[in-house]
């Protein structure tokens, strides 16, 4: 039996007990006929623009651009995956045997920095034979993502782009994309992670340099993240543009998986910059390139002109004091920003979540109405709620009313508080996940389409969480990369594991020396917070020193080994109490998203 068919039959048997049965759901999988149209923009293909700008697209979700200088390469950009990378590299190595130079990574998201292991080894990069180059805050951002918010971000961006359905439920991926590339790759069990290497030389605002005879100017342009970096290629008149342009789709001024706010004015300006270069080709790192200095103009100038649309309308409804759920039905495009394709259309960005971040940005999450200031706790009104609508049977009665009507949100919406109530309520979840499933159908956008089918699988049972929240880690924070840091990175996600209710009484310093690296460090916990010392000052109340190596710590990293059992070994070596070394461990949260979930809670 095809899952599908099994859903069908399910959604069926649990509404038989109600007077009217919704029409069943197709057996077949839908795609939305534009979103499948869009896919062919990322049919695989190398591109060569001018005479030396190769431009591999459709293998990973960005593009991997080559420039072949005239003693060695330039790979702008590595791909999230090493496997796919090395695919990519394979066809570069068609076109040329030089050695790789340098490597540029315009900004810290893992599409472009994961994959760096195809291309050079980490002791091409100790031996000084390949730089590596970015915006000085790359490596502040890349620890954000993942030794910070990695755990809820990672489990959000498998959402976000579908992974789980990949792997489970592969038929509902058929002609999909992700919306600014193909629909990435993740092997949640083999897959090495990231093999990043942090950059050997940065800036700030901008840098001129020639490598390999290709000169370059990289110039700083925040936009779509904080540390986007474009390069002008003054000697070709060609751009590459990074993800100042997101791709052939309306951009992600929001995104669903998490972001801190990205600034429209700042990415305005961003597109400012790059119109004043002129280029005659513009390569961006996702999509097809855009060739003849006309269309670049306009690419730019129209992408330039939706963003500032809806940054500017959101502001004036705001400032006559609308809220978010009202402001998304006023701000919307005229045709010409609407139909502008494949550009401006919402493959990936809305122009409605745009709106919502845009609002919190700038006022926060409060939306005026002081009843949201301390409400009724989700349960509770769940509960309330379905109590005064009559009880369950009555909301399950017009659950299925709105959903025989094709009222599939309403439907959904009105389930939502059955299921808080309680979670094992297996007929209330496959209604509500038949109604999402309806949704994600219709939906051209690929971020809401996944979540929908992704939150349909959870609400079935049939999504194992706790194996995707693990999975998803290593793009963000593999062991390769957390190995790659300073041991601050590690201590200060200790800082983050802290179980607040364990330690409220507690009051100790434990320091760790690394003798190989000439580093000392400490972390007091205070009543229920960690700080965090760089330096140790003579008058922190020390009670355990725990001394060893930076490759030991390599080896906790990579769960070969662990601080009470490298004291047993003579790896670490104590000075001062284990009691308190064990009682310090103790107060650390392992942070494991468990099996709850992101739509059942």
């Known amino acids: 039996m095809t899952r599908s068919l099994l859903i069908t039959l399910m959604a069926a048997t649990a509404?038989?007990?109600?007077?009217?049965?919704?029409?069943?759901?197709?057996?077949?999988?839908?795609?939305?006929?534009?979103?499948?149209?869009?896919?062919?923009?990322?049919?695989?293909?190398?591109?060569?623009?001018g005479e030396r700008i190769y431009s591999a697209v459709g293998w990973n979700l960005a593009n991997t651009i080559m420039i072949e200088g005239d003693d060695g390469l330039i790979i702008i950009d590595v791909g999230e995956s090493t496997p796919q990378s090395e695919q990519v590299m394979a066809e570069f190595r068609r076109i040329t045997d030089k050695p790789v130079k340098a490597i540029i990574y315009t900004h810290h998201h893992p599409d472009h920095i994961n994959g760096t292991a195809a291309f050079v080894s980490a002791e091409q990069v100790e031996r000084g034979e390949v730089e590596i180059i970015a915006h000085e805050s790359l490596v502040e951002h890349v620890v954000m993502q993942g030794a910070t918010v990695g755990p809820i971000l990672s489990l959000r961006s498998g959402y976000s782009?579908?992974?789980?359905?990949?792997?489970?439920?592969?038929?509902?991926?058929?002609?999909?994309n992700g919306g600014i590339g193909p629909t990435p790759v993740v092997d949640l069990?083999?897959?090495?992670?990231?093999?990043?290497?942090?950059?050997?030389?940065?800036?700030?605002?901008?840098?001129?340099?020639?490598?390999?005879?290709?000169?370059m100017q990289m110039v700083h342009v925040p936009s779509e993240a904080e540390d986007e970096i474009a390069?002008?290629?003054?000697?070709?008149?060609?751009?590459?543009?990074?993800?100042?342009?997101?791709?052939?789709?309306?951009?992600?001024?929001?995104?669903?998986?998490?972001?801190?706010?990205?600034?429209?004015?700042?990415?305005?300006k961003a597109l400012d910059t790059l119109r004043s270069f002129r280029a005659e080709a513009m390569v961006p790192a996702h999509g097809q390139p855009v060739i003849g200095a006309e269309k670049v103009e306009e690419v730019l100038r129209m992408t330039r002109d939706g963003i500032a649309y809806i940054h500017d309308q959101t502001i004036r409804y705001m400032n006559k004091g609308y809220t978010p759920d009202e402001l998304v039905e006023l701000v919307k495009f005229p045709p010409h920003l609407r139909d502008y394709g494949p550009y401006l259309r919402e493959y990936y960005g809305t122009v409605k979540h745009a709106v919502r971040q845009i609002y919190n940005g700038y006022l926060g999450w409060f939306d005026g109405d002081p009843t949201t200031l301390d409400p009724t706790p989700p349960l509770e009104k769940a509960q309330r709620m379905v109590a005064m609508m009559g009880g369950?049977?009555?909301?399950?009665?017009?659950?299925?009313?709105?959903?025989?009507?094709?009222?599939?949100?309403?439907?959904?919406?009105?389930?939502?508080?059955?299921?808080r109530i309680n979670h094992d309520d297996m007929e209330a979840r496959r209604i509500k996940a038949a109604a999402l499933r309806k949704l994600g159908y219709a939906s051209m956008n690929i971020n809401w389409r996944n979540w929908y089918l992704t939150s349909a699988m959870e609400l079935e049972g049939e999504l194992d969480v706790a194996a995707l929240a693990e999975g998803m880690k290593r793009p963000f924070m593999s062991i390769t990369m957390m190995q790659n840091f300073p041991p601050m990175v590690w201590l200060n996600g200790m800082a983050l594991h802290l179980d607040a209710d364990k330690a409220e009484d507690t009051e100790l310093v434990v320091a760790?020396?690394?003798?190989?690296?000439?580093?000392?460090?400490?972390?007091?916990?205070?009543?229920?917070?960690?700080?965090?010392?760089?330096?140790?000052?003579?008058?922190?109340?020390?009670?355990?020193?725990?001394?060893?190596?930076?490759?030991?710590?390599d080896r906790v990293l990579a769960g070969e080994a662990g601080l009470l059992r490298g004291i047993?070994?003579?790896d670490v070596q104590l000075k001062g109490s284990k009691l308190d070394v064990v009682k310090f461990l103790s107060l650390l949260?392992?942070?494991?998203?468990?099996?709850?979930?992101?739509?059942?809670?």
């Not at 069990?189 to 000169?215: H, K, Y």
């Not at 009555?394 to 959904?412: E, I, K, L, P, T």
């Open 589 to 601: 949260d392992p942070q494991d998203i468990g099996d709850q979930g992101l739509t059942v809670r």
């Open 568 to 570: 047993a070994s003579g």
């Open 15 to 49: 509404l038989s007990g109600c007077d009217q049965a919704p029409p069943p759901i197709s057996q077949e999988y839908q795609l939305h006929p534009e979103l499948a149209e869009h896919t062919r923009h990322f049919d695989k293909q190398v591109y060569q623009i």
């Open 512 to 553: 760790f020396e690394f003798t190989d690296i000439n580093a000392y460090h400490a972390v007091e916990v205070r009543r229920g917070v960690a700080q965090v010392h760089e330096n140790v000052a003579e008058e922190l109340p020390v009670s355990a020193t725990l001394s060893m190596e930076k490759a030991f710590l």
């Open 161 to 176: 782009f579908g992974v789980a359905l990949a792997i489970e439920s592969p038929d509902e991926m058929v002609g999909m």
């Open 392 to 419: 369950r049977d009555q909301v399950m009665q017009a659950a299925n009313d709105a959903f025989s009507a094709g009222d599939y949100q309403w439907a959904a919406e009105l389930l939502t508080p059955v299921v």
């Open 231 to 268: 390069i002008w290629l003054p000697e070709e008149n060609i751009l590459l543009s990074a993800e100042v342009i997101q791709g052939p789709t309306l951009p992600n001024i929001h995104t669903l998986r998490g972001t801190k706010f990205r600034d429209p004015v700042q990415w305005v």
């Open 189 to 215: 069990e083999n897959d090495p992670g990231s093999t990043f290497i942090p950059p050997t030389r940065t800036f700030s605002d901008e840098v001129e340099l020639r490598i390999a005879g290709v000169l």
